[in-house]
């Protein structure tokens, strides 16, 4: 059984599930800014770091934590293996996870909502048409757009009235940005040393002085 770093907060916890390298933390940096400057709590595998547990394992006691989620498949694409072009399913098969446990769970389970992020409209239909009818937005690899598909979506689903619009949020975001630096040095680290959960901590901790 893993026990979770955090509190356990259902109805406020935001399931990230996106790629982790180094091209797309501006955007994940900014979704984690935007779901914690609503008000809400992001979550996501790296927040992790028990070797004793395999990944999937880590997965699904979060999904089990969040009634919301953020599913990015923008790097549902082909990557080069050895000779072989293989696709890389990772983002789909958490997203599978959550949908499951929406469609199959208590009724804890049954109330979880997700929204579905893609690099570009309809691209999605190439290599899961199963996803046809459901509301895919698309944040062109921009973390400004990212934030915007955030916070319209956070305002619809959670029904409440404070939360900021994009515009607002990500001018937040990039006075974040400027002052990252400091909080780093207080840390002693390096941007490449920072965790999931530094960043998260410089999140809230920035949040509390600046805008609370």
Known sequence: MIVAMVNVDYETNVF??????????PVLEALVFAVHDAGFRARCAL??????????AKITQ?????RFAIHD????????????????????????????????GDRNHRIKQCLILDRKLYRYR??????????????????????????KWLTTVSGLKNIPGGTV?????????RQLPIFYDALKK???????????????DWIQINVL
């Open 16 to 25: 990230i599930n996106c790629p982790f390298d180094a091209e797309y933390r």
């Open 47 to 56: 927040e992790y770091s028990d070797s004793a547990v395999n990944r999937f």
């Open 62 to 66: 979060i999904v089990k934590e969040c």
């Open 73 to 104: 498949i923008s790097r549902t694409e082909f990557t080069k293996v050895g000779r072989e072009m293989l696709p890389r399913f990772n983002m789909p098969l958490e997203l599978g996870l959550f949908l499951g446990s929406k469609a199959f």
């Open 126 to 151: 190439a290599f899961i048409s199963d996803l046809a009818g459901q509301d895919i937005s698309c944040h062109n690899n921009k973390p400004t757009d990212a934030i915007r598909e955030v916070c």
């Open 169 to 177: 949020v990500t001018q937040r975001f990039r006075q974040f940005q």
């Open 190 to 204: 390096t941007p490449e040393d920072v965790t999931f959960v530094d960043y998260s901590f410089a999140v809230t």
